[in-house]
T-cell receptor, first 113, second 114 residues
């Protein structure tokens, strides 16, 4: 079945870059997503990438997709304390006709001032 | 604020009981999704409704059921509750049922079964 794996914790210093990695198994994934969850809040979509793209940049966020290795990464430049949160990687197979997303267990990013 | 409203925010109940969680999607969104978040299982997709009809089913137990009403709000019913049902239940909504897939999540309903 589908599976999404992420490391559980990442700690970085304020001002450094953060890189959160994710691997997935479903080769038919059409879209891959990064969601952010702050304490006590729901998930918020940060960015997504279509499976025929290699890279997507949006302000401080850079998403890299290696489809051959089924590896997705999220780079946050100039990480701030406000970036401390749990980051979820997710995949969906649009062909399945649903936004049924398969999520990783989340990477907790801690930013040290 | 995502525009998705979930009630109640917190709920404490006993084993064997039945509860109903409610979700109001964003204005204009036709699709509603339910997810369960627990420490050991992570985020698990339960069920999706689109414009009142069930569209997809995930790891939803037979003790759980859901529906989407004509006004597009949705309810998730959990019955014969067990300790292991303690979790955060999220509702999400989207305009369509497939495509680029931006889901808007509510803040969740935290269920504690004692």
């Amino acid at each position: 079945g589908e599976d999404v794996e992420q490391s559980l914790f990442l700690s970085v210093r304020e001002g450094d870059s953060s890189v959160i990695n994710c691997t997935y198994t479903d080769s038919s994934s059409t879209y891959l997503y990064w969601y952010k969850q702050e304490p006590g809040a729901g998930l918020q979509l940060l960015t997504y990438i279509f499976s025929n793209m290699d890279m997507k940049q949006d302000q401080r966020l850079t998403v890299l997709l290696n489809k051959k290795d089924k590896h997705l990464s999220l780079r946050i430049a100039d990480t701030q304390t406000g970036d401390s949160a749990i980051y979820f990687c997710a995949e969906s197979d649009s062909g399945a006709g649903s936004y049924q997303l398969t999520f990783g267990k989340g990477t907790k990013l801690s930013v040290i001032p | 604020d995502s525009g998705v409203t979930q009630t109640p925010k917190h709920l404490i109940t006993a084993t064997g009981q039945r509860v109903t969680l409610r979700c109001s999607p964003r204005s204009g969104d036709l699709s509603v999704y339910w997810y369960q978040q627990s420490l050991d299982q992570g985020l698990q997709f339960l069920i999706q409704y689109y414009n009142g009809e069930e569209r997809a089913k995930g790891n939803i137990l037979e003790r759980f059921s859901a529906q989407q009403f004509p006004d597009l709000h949705s309810e998730l019913n959990l019955s014969s509750l067990e300790l292991g049902d303690s979790a955060l239940y999220f509702c999400a909504s989207s305009v369509r049922d497939k495509g680029t897939g931006e889901l808007f999540f509510g803040e969740g309903s935290r269920l504690t079964v004692l």
